[in-house]
């Protein structure tokens, strides 16, 4: 900056001094020209005037004298012609220049030479003059003052160059070094400028303060956002391992279920079984009404083991419904755990978006600011870059919740299920308790009054058929429930894979945040 300002300086005040020279050159050559024209055209009319009143008297010798003492006086040519008589009178080398009377006073130039013809009317005659002057001597005296102006010239330059260095390239240099601080990523941005000057480098500084004031403010919003996020994504990575734990728990809850639906079936297959022997006997007792007797204490016998198993099977099933409460209040607690990290990452995704958003205010800034911000601008489109990465990743984080509140809402409606199929296997069994009330109370009857043995009997197949028909829709309850337990327990256990993925998206989500704050804790704010 400082070399072209000293060599624009220089080459202004050089073709200044030429311009200068040239006009007066050019005024001094014509100036000459009209001097020595005025000057001969004196000194033929004076001549002309002598040798006119010399010829009239026929004076002859006398014009020759006058003629060669004024030409070897004033170092000029000259000659006196007549119409009639050529070649008078000559004096001084005329050369090869051939005279013409013209009826007027004439000028003719002839190389370096000026020839004045002065006309006498009133002899018919004509006087010339040749004069030569040498303009070299006006370029020699030119050139002389320009070698003297151009050195004056330069000095006058070097002076003026270091003045314009110092209230011009000082401050200058001084916006430079500010914006090269913050191009390598170590600028202090509470430093400014302050100058007071009110020209173009005033301006220019004020403009660089202005900037920096901006600067400052935007990475201090940066800051506060980066703070944020980072805060979220801590209390995210709490809330996800929180959710973790309690799917761990929900997924054993489940498989105590599935493992108390399982052996559920298979009582309920013995059962079946018994029943199946139930009805064998009832068959025999239309059969034979001697074995009724006997075959009443075994109905007996196998009603009060079935009342047992019953009340067995309905604590059982009574236990499973409590569990399935349970498993409903956790996946509901679940559920509501959901729905705040969503509306957590829907805040990181805001901030992702406003970050991404000051990103690129912060990389139009550093354009404004051309050249100098580009540093800036680097670190800007890393913080957009950073950015986007958090947004994706809340975007990932979102769609993984609602994947988990899909499933949820899923073991919910299948968990309802479960509970109205066990209210069902309830009252099932308790009808079936009932029946084997019945059961017992027409045995006694049977051993009481033994010629209703074949009505008993018939009554006694009809309910054996109807405890039959109620077992079976109890194993199919029961089967169903057991496949319910399964879908369930698979669900969680996808569940607490998703809360995993979850936790390690957040953990990198936090590391994103950590390097944001660490690239933007290289600038003093």
Known sequence: MRLKISLATICGMFLTLLVLHGIRLFEGATNLRER?????????????????????????????????????????????????????????????????????????????????????????????????????????????????GALATLIVAIILSLFLNLIAVKPIMQVIRRLRE??????????????????????????????????????????????????????????????????????????SISAGAEQQSRRVEHMLQDSGHLSGFSDQVNRSAQEAQRVSVTVTQSASSGSTAIQTLAQKIADMSQVSHQAVHTVKALSEKSRRIQSIVRVIDDISRQVNLLALNAAIEAAHAGEQGRGFAVVAEEIRRLASQTEHATQDIARYIEEIEKISAETVQQTDVVTAKVSEGKKAIEETTVIFQTIASETDQSAQVIHHISELAAQQKEMVQTFVKTLENVAQSAETNLNLSQHVSTATQHQ????????IRVQNTVACAQKLAALIDKFKV
């Open 496 to 503: 607490t894979t998703s809360m995993t993925d979850i936790r």
């Open 36 to 148: 020595t024209i005025t000057e001969g055209m004196s000194q033929a009319l004076l001549l002309g005037d002598i040798a006119e009143g010399l010829y009239n008297v026929e004076a002859y010798d006398e014009i020759q004298i006058r003629l060669e003492t004024t030409a070897e006086r004033l170092n000029i040519a000259v000659a006196f012609d007549s119409e009639f008589e050529p070649g008078i009178a000559l004096a001084g080398d005329w050369g090869s220049f051939e005279r013409t009377i013209v009826p007027q006073d004439t000028v003719y130039y002839h190389g370096e030479e000026v020839i004045l013809q002065h006309y006498l009317p009133e002899s018919g005659t004509a006087l010339w003059v040749k004069l030569r002057r040498d303009f070299r001597s006006i370029w020699l005296t030119e050139l002389k003052f320009m070698g003297y």
């Open 182 to 255: 913050i191009a390598k990523g170590e600028g202090d941005l509470t430093q400014r400028l302050n100058m007071d000057s009110r020209d173009e480098i005033g301006l220019l500084a004020k403009t660089f303060d202005e900037f920096m004031t901006h600067l400052q403010a935007l990475v201090q919003e940066v800051v506060s956002v980066s703070e944020t996020i980072t805060q979220n994504m801590v209390d995210l990575s709490q809330t996800s391992s929180q959710l973790s734990e309690e799917s761990q728990e929900v997924t054993q809850v489940v498989q």
